[in-house]
């Protein structure tokens, strides 16, 4: 369970950040310990087990279809986002005639490319290689044809699953079925601040009208909250 204050403290951490360091940071208080190293997988996942602990493991979402916009409302359990399948540390994928060994993205590498210029997809993508051979010949890795790197992003998901999330959904209006990708970290920040600003209302109203602190606010359970709020409308 995430309290109250705890959410607080997150969503001022959070406040300003680029979405990349957000999710870094709700990764720490999920519990990593060397958020730099971790997959983009391993930080879903435990952004995944974070909003569980935190807001519970059902995820209300709101979908409009990307072909006749209907809005589509569903609920996704945290089960059905998590693969249990761990990173591997590298594979190998033959593309253009070209041998490529690749690893998984890590957190570290989002945060060099996000605050590099220049095509931030293709700067990541060549920070998966750890060797590229045409026969037994060397290619550096700037020399690699754009073709080769989107190789490597189709495979990426198999060298870290949790990486890829993706809902696969179909329209109730018009039929269409499509796969879309759910930003854990965006839906996890999303409930956080709307959280915090429900807290911070509450702390506002009730220090205004009986003149305690915000940690005093706090220490009250909700329900005694919710008829103080209730009681001070009268
Ligand atoms: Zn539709």
């Not at 569980?52 to 493991?57: A, H, M, N, R, S």
């Not at 073709?147 to 179909?170: K, R, W």
């Not at 601040?193 to 909700?222: K, M, N």
Request: with cysteine; net charge negative; glycine share 8%.
């Amino acid at each position: 369970m995430l309290t109250e204050a705890e959410v607080l403290s997150l969503w001022e951490a959070g406040l300003g950040q680029p979405p990349v360091r957000r999710s870094l940071a709700l990764a720490v208080a999920g519990g990593a310990e060397r958020p730099d190293e971790l997959t983009v997988g391993q930080r879903e996942g435990l952004l995944l087990s974070l909003h569980e602990k935190g807001f519970g493991g059902a995820l209300p979402c709101q979908v409009a279809c990307p072909d006749c916009g209907e809005q589509l409302a569903l609920t996704v359990d945290v089960t059905e986002l998590r693969t249990e399948e761990p990173p591997r540390e590298s594979a190998t994928l033959l593309a253009d005639g070209v041998a490529v060994e690749f690893r998984p993205l890590r957190c570290a590498d989002l945060l060099a490319v996000s605050a590099e210029t220049g095509d931030a997809r293709l700067a990541l993508l060549r920070r998966t290689v750890i060797a590229a051979r045409r026969d037994a010949t060397e290619i550096p890795v700037a020399a690699l044809a754009d073709s080769v790197l989107e190789a490597i992003a189709v495979a990426l998901p198999e060298v870290d699953p949790q990486a890829d999330i993706s809902l696969a959904l179909d329209c109730s209006g018009c039929g269409h079925a499509w796969l879309a990708p759910f930003d854990v970290g965006g839906y996890l920040w999303a409930e956080i601040e709307a959280c915090a600003h429900r807290l911070l209302f509450d702390i506002h109203a009730l220090a205004s009208a009986y003149g305690w602190t915000e940690a005093e606010v706090l220490s009250v359970s909700p329900a005694r909250r919710r008829f103080y709020l209730e009681a001070g409308a009268w």
